[in-house]
Each structure stands twice: as C-alpha cells, then as structure tokens.
C-alpha cells in the first residue's frame, strides 16, 4: 500500500523558516507530479507549489520569493521550504504524490502536518 509521510510542521513566530517533508513508500513508481496543497480553517483547500519530474516548479502568487519546491527523486520524497512565514500561512499542509502502482495511475494524499503562524 503507497504511504505519504509527512514531517516538519509546528508553531513558529512570524518571519521564523520551517521545512516540510514528504516521503513516498509503498511500491509507487513513474512519480511525475508531487506538491503540496494547504486548506485554513474555514476555507477551501488551494494549491501551494507544485513540481513536475523534469525539474518544473510552480508556486502560488503568495508565497512566491518566500517558499522553495524540491524533490529527491532517489527518495520518492518532497521538501517545501518555507521562509518569512506569516500568519496568513497557517494552515493544514497536504502533500501528494502522482505516479504508478503496477500500470495504474493513482494519487496519494498525505495525513496533513499543522503549521501554525500566531499574529
């Protein structure tokens, strides 16, 4: 069964740097696409940054300059790098991983690391 598991959530002050990891196991291969999504409290869930497997990344407009995708592609693992947090930042931090297991395609869903920015 693939897995996600994520690490590196928690409480930092504004302006402080966390970084969150996500690693793959299970079986999964041919992983292409891999990112994180972050859903606050009573708002929907939206795309932070994602990167594809030739090395593309895309971030979102707020946190583009503060927040950095990468990937080891020898670790099936995900990293998101963030800097200057704000409390606008606080959220449930999701992370995925897009590939296959045998010849079906599937995404996994991590279990969501808290990241909490108090004002």
């Known amino acids: 069964q693939v897995q996600l598991m994520e690490s590196g959530g928690g409480l930092v002050q504004a302006g402080g740097s966390l970084r969150l990891s996500c690693a793959a196991s299970?079986?999964?291969?041919?992983?292409?696409?891999m990112g994180w999504y972050r859903q606050a409290p009573g708002s929907e869930r939206e795309l932070v940054a994602i990167t594809s497997s030739g090395g593309t990344t895309s971030l979102a407009d707020s946190v583009k300059g503060r927040f950095t995708i990468s990937r080891d592609n020898a670790k099936n693992t995900v990293y998101l790098q963030m800097n200057r947090l704000k409390p606008e930042d606080t959220a449930v931090y999701y992370c995925?991983?897009?590939?296959?297991?045998?010849?079906?395609?599937?995404?996994?869903w991590g279990q969501g690391t808290l990241v909490s920015v108090p004002s």
């Open positions: 299970g079986g999964i291969s041919g992983i292409n696409s």
């Open positions: 995925y991983v897009a590939g296959f297991l045998g010849v079906r395609s599937l995404r996994v």
